[in-house]
């Protein structure tokens, strides 16, 4: 069973930074996509960044050009850099992947922005 596993989350003032971590049990090189999600209550998922295995990157409109996605192979992690957060930017953010048709998720981490 594949796990993903996130960490970077917690309580950050409006305008300061925060780095999540995602680490895959096995190889995320065999993931076809990884990427971040957010939710909050009453509201959809919504899709934050994303990368393919080619290293193509999508972001959301509203987090381009503050959050970056990237990964390091070697530690089977992806990163979500979040920098200048804003009140908007609270929600449970969850690890996403997929490969050969399955798609795999982590526990979600919290994000508070106070302001």
């Known amino acids: 069973q594949v796990q993903l596993v996130e960490s970077g989350g917690g309580l950050v003032r409006a305008g300061g930074s925060l780095r999540l971590s995602c680490v895959a049990s096995m190889s995320i090189s065999d993931f076809n996509v990884m990427g971040w999600y957010r939710q909050t209550p009453g509201k959809q998922r919504e899709l934050v960044a994303s990368i393919t295995r080619g290293g193509m990157t999508t972001y959301a409109g509203s987090v381009k050009a503050r959050f970056t996605i990237s990964r390091d192979t070697a530690k089977n992690t992806v990163y979500l850099q979040m920098n200048n957060l804003n009140s908007e930017d609270t929600a449970v953010y969850s690890c996403?992947?997929?490969?050969?048709?399955?798609?795999?998720w982590g526990q979600g981490t919290q994000i508070t922005v106070s302001s």
């Open positions: 996403y992947a997929s490969a050969f048709a399955e798609s795999y």
